[in-house]
């Protein structure tokens, strides 16, 4: 046991501040994960389904959804907070049915951003799998279409707040019936990934407070960037926002919610970070002092953060094919996997992300090498390095007896999937959803007739 202790450690694995909590090593020293009494050991579900393969688990999509919802609610109380809180899951973050019913069916709100995301709820809807109680924000640019949708489904009885973006909303939307949202763009910078000098989204505040009183308005919104580095980026915007607030309310007695937007971050590199306690704390209350200190009444609260719910809820594994040199570099190998870092887990590629990787097998290997991983698209880009560092994992040639090594990377959750693409025409993974104990392909292999066929053969 105090061996398993010591891998599990080493490899960052249950650790609640990494999300990795679920997750340890098997006496076998394999990767193993832990859904209450039930247990999956990642190499034997290899055994079964092959790689490249993503494994989902929604019991961790609906604890880390309740677990939100408990921390802003414990706050709310602790504080005297007035106003309540809701969470709206931004669907672009993961659009897979297996991702958004478990949300919903624990009663979580939903933000689509575009038509075709309005059109799953309207799915859902004549599906019976929707509760009218549910809200759907309406983010993202409002096409003819997208506005016909949302008129068509407040028509039905559901409630679908629009987002106003700019002038042309304001003027589609003035005659909507429903409330109505507006997002205001937030002059301020924060440490993100994300964060672009020109925000095209939304208005500046003077715009707005120029547009008098607005029809049905009930949110103001905001959404600075997302993976918020620290703590501060999230506080500052929410004081700014609070200021923007308490001036508008004085010309929109309607007004009553502030919708924070996304930006909360994950740790994927599995180093100390800001958790979710401590920024909700401090977002509650520091909305309560600028609206006391004007006497306007605390506003309900939305959070739309979906990278922080979603990315720990899904691993990708990989198998290692062989080992290649790399000359004229501090790493000496490469490790050649059978997946593709720019089809599968694009971020890699476009904003340089970092992940947290670990072997599947042989998690006590003594012996260890650093290296960098090349996917198998025939694309000089298709690589990871760790940002130019290394990834340490087991060499090659010292796995005991079974000589492949198949290798698993975490939070692989939120936004990869919307993302993915089939450069070189490989097929996409396999996904398996691994819920109660029992697991479910959710996406099997595509063959080459179906990769070919989304290309018109
Ligand atoms: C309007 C809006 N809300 C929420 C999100 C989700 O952000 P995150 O996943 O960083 O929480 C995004 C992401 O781009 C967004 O544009």
């Not at 959404?223 to 001036?247: F, L, M, N, P």
């Not at 000496?332 to 590629?349: A, P, V």
């Not at 990377?409 to 029992?438: E, R, T, W």
Request: with cysteine; net charge positive.
């Amino acid at each position: 046991m105090i061996k398993q202790k010591k891998l599990e450690k080493f490899w960052k694995l249950g650790f609640e501040e990494f999300n990795t909590q679920y997750f340890g090593v098997s006496k076998d020293n394999e990767l193993i994960v832990r859904e209450g009494n039930y247990q999956y050991n990642i190499a034997d579900i290899v055994v079964k389904f092959g790689t490249p393969l993503e494994i989902a688990f929604p019991f961790i999509i609906e604890k880390r959804y309740l677990d939100l919802v408990q921390t802003f609610n414990f706050h709310i109380k602790d504080q005297e907070y007035k106003g309540r809180f809701f969470y709206h899951y931004p669907m672009k973050v993961n659009q897979n049915k297996e991702f958004v019913l478990p949300l919903i069916s624990e009663g979580a709100n939903l933000e689509t951003s575009s038509y075709n995301e309005l059109w799953l709820v309207r799915k859902l809807w004549e599906q019976n799998q929707f509760h009218s109680r549910i809200r759907v924000i309406c983010n993202g640019p409002k096409t003819e279409k997208y506005l016909g949708l949302i008129q068509e489904l407040k028509e039905k009885g559901l409630t679908i707040i629009p987002i106003i973006e700019d002038m042309n909303e304001y003027e589609s939307l003035k005659n909507y019936r429903g409330e109505v949202g507006i997002r205001t763009k937030m002059e301020i910078k924060i440490k993100s990934h994300w964060n672009k000098k020109n925000d095209r989204y939304g208005l500046a505040p003077e715009e707005i407070y120029d547009l008098g009183r607005i029809r049905n308005l009930k949110v103001l919104h905001y959404h600075v960037g997302s993976q918020t580095t620290d703590q501060k980026g999230i506080v500052e915007a929410v004081e700014k926002a609070a200021e923007i607030y308490v001036r508008l309310k004085k010309e929109n007695p309607t007004l009553d919610t502030l919708d924070i937007g996304g930006g909360m971050a994950v740790p994927y590199e599995k180093k100390k970070h800001y958790n979710a306690n401590s920024v909700v704390k401090k977002i509650i209350s520091t909305i309560k002092k600028v609206c006391d200190e004007k006497e306007i009444p605390h506003p309900n609260i939305v959070a739309e953060w979906g990278r922080y719910i979603m990315a720990p809820t899904q691993i990708t594994i990989f198998k290692v094919l062989c080992e290649k040199p790399i000359y004229n570099s501090v790493v000496k190998k490469w490790y050649i996997i059978d997946g593709s870092f720019m089809n599968d887990l694009i971020d890699t590629w476009t904003v340089h992300q970092k992940w947290h990787i670990a072997p599947v097998t042989n998690m006590d290997a003594e012996k260890l090498t650093k290296v960098w991983l090349a996917g198998s698209s025939c694309d000089s880009d298709d690589r990871y390095t760790a940002g130019g560092a290394s990834i340490t994992l087991p060499k090659l040639e010292d796995l005991n007896g079974n000589g492949y090594l198949n290798i698993a990377l975490f939070d692989s959750g939120a936004y990869q999937d919307p993302l993915a693409s089939h450069h070189c025409l490989l097929s996409s993974p396999v996904k398996i959803i691994a819920q109660n104990g029992v697991l479910t392909v959710a996406r099997r292999r595509e063959s080459s007739e179906e990769v070919g066929r989304l290309f018109g053969w």
